[in-house]
Structure formats: structure tokens, C-alpha cells
T-cell receptor
């Protein structure tokens, strides 16, 4: 069964460093998402991406964040200069069409020291 | 804005007990409602969904009914198993929207 994959499973970085979180969505899916969950808090929407552009983003998704689909298979989330408060589990999701369900990856745990 | 509130956990049960996890929502229009489950070390998996009022979603013995009059989507299972131990998330997708809005998650622990 096709699944969304994410790498790495755990990333540790120093404050101020850039990180890139990688996701491989299900191959024929067209809509892509990033969510995050700070420990003990809700899963929060960050950004959605469709047709090679951002379709919606939350207030969390400021200038420090960017997304890219560089090669038709990967979908990446970049944080330019990490802060302590960026420590969270980051989930990637994809779906085939507008009214279909979203399929989630296992997440990347980001720890900013 | 849209929001989802679900009961806090952890919920600890014995095997074969009845499980209820309450979920209420605030949204404009007619959202679609979902329950996702996260097993240890895994991603979020869709458990069930309902897209309009009075719809009942069901899967793996779990059920939830979309109640517009009480803005609720409570999850129930009549007889839980140890393998049901997980974190359960209630979520909505606004009628005109795309993103999911999640509740805080409820950890369920089923003991043999």
C-alpha cells in the first residue's frame, strides 16, 4: 500500500541553523501539506501546496519557513534560522483530490538546542 | 475561526470495556468531520469520517455520528482491545477549506 514517507525521523540542530525536512508524498497525489505538533499541544496546520504554489498558509508559516517540490517526488519544508520554539513533530500529508482524505507521514521530530 | 475540542486523556480502560471520546467543534457552514488515530511510532491514520449531518462513520468497530444540533462527533467503540491503545484525534475540514483543524488528541491505554 502506498504511503507518505518522511526523513529524517529525528533531527537535532542548533538554534539559528537551517534545517530541511523531507517528505515523499504518495506518487499520484496532487495536494501537499505540512503540519506540526509541539509536545503536548494540538496538531497545527502550517501550509498547503498545490499546482506548484502555496494555496494556504497559517500565521505560524512566516518568512523563516519555505516549501518546495524540487523534483516531482519530494516535498520539503525549510526553516531558515531555527528557534527553540520550532522544536516539534512535523507531519507531511498528501491527497489525491480536493475532497479526498489526507494521508500522513510518520513525522520528523525536530529538536532545536 | 474553526476549532475542535476533545476530552483530555489519558483514558485508561480494561480490555472489552466501552470507549467514548467526546469531540465538539466550532465551525461556520457544514464541515466534514474526521477521527484520526496515531499508533506508537507511526503517523496519523484516518479512522473514520462523516461529511454531512447525521452521517455515521464507522471502521474497525469504531463509530461516530455527525450531530449538527450539538456540534459533536463523539467516538465510540463497544469493546476495546489492547491493540486500540493509541492517540485519537478529532478533526474538521471546513466546507470551503482544505486544511484540517485538529483537536488536542486523547491518549487511550487499554490494559489486558
Amino acid at each position: 500500500e502506498p504511503e507518505v514517507t518522511q526523513t529524517p525521523s529525528h533531527q537535532v540542530t542548533q538554534m539559528g541553523q537551517e534545517v530541511i525536512l523531507r517528505c515523499v508524498p504518495i506518487s499520484n497525489h496532487l495536494y501537499f501539506y505540512w503540519y506540526r505538533q509541539i509536545l503536548g499541544q494540538k496538531v497545527e496546520f502550517l501550509v498547503s501546496f498545490y499546482n506548484n504554489e502555496i494555496s494556504e498558509k497559517s500565521e505560524i508559516f512566516d518568512d523563516q519557513f519555505s516549501v518546495e517540490r524540487p523534483d516531482g517526488s519530494n516535498f520539503t519544508l525549510k526553516i531558515r534560522s531555527t528557534k527553540l520554539e520550532d522544536s516539534a513533530m512535523y507531519f507531511c500529508a498528501s491527497k489525491l483530490a480536493a475532497n479526498n482524505e489526507q494521508f500522513f507521514g510518520p513525522g520528523t521530530r525536530l529538536t532545536v538546542l | 475561526g474553526n476549532s475542535v475540542t476533545q476530552m483530555e486523556g489519558p483514558v485508561t480502560l480494561s480490555e472489552e470495556a466501552f470507549l467514548t471520546i467526546n469531540c465538539t467543534y466550532t465551525a461556520t457552514g457544514y464541515p466534514s468531520l474526521f477521527w484520526y488515530v496515531q499508533y506508537p511510532g507511526e503517523g496519523l491514520q484516518l479512522l473514520l469520517k462523516a461529511t454531512k449531518a447525521d452521517d455515521k462513520g464507522s471502521n474497525k468497530g469504531f463509530e461516530a455520528t455527525y450531530r449538527k444540533e450539538t456540534t459533536s462527533f463523539h467516538l465510540e467503540k463497544g469493546s476495546v482491545q489492547v491493540s486500540d491503545s493509541a492517540v485519537y484525534f478529532c478533526a474538521l475540514r471546513a466546507a470551503a477549506g482544505n486544511k484540517l483543524t485538529f483537536g488536542g488528541g486523547t491518549r487511550v491505554l487499554v490494559k489486558p
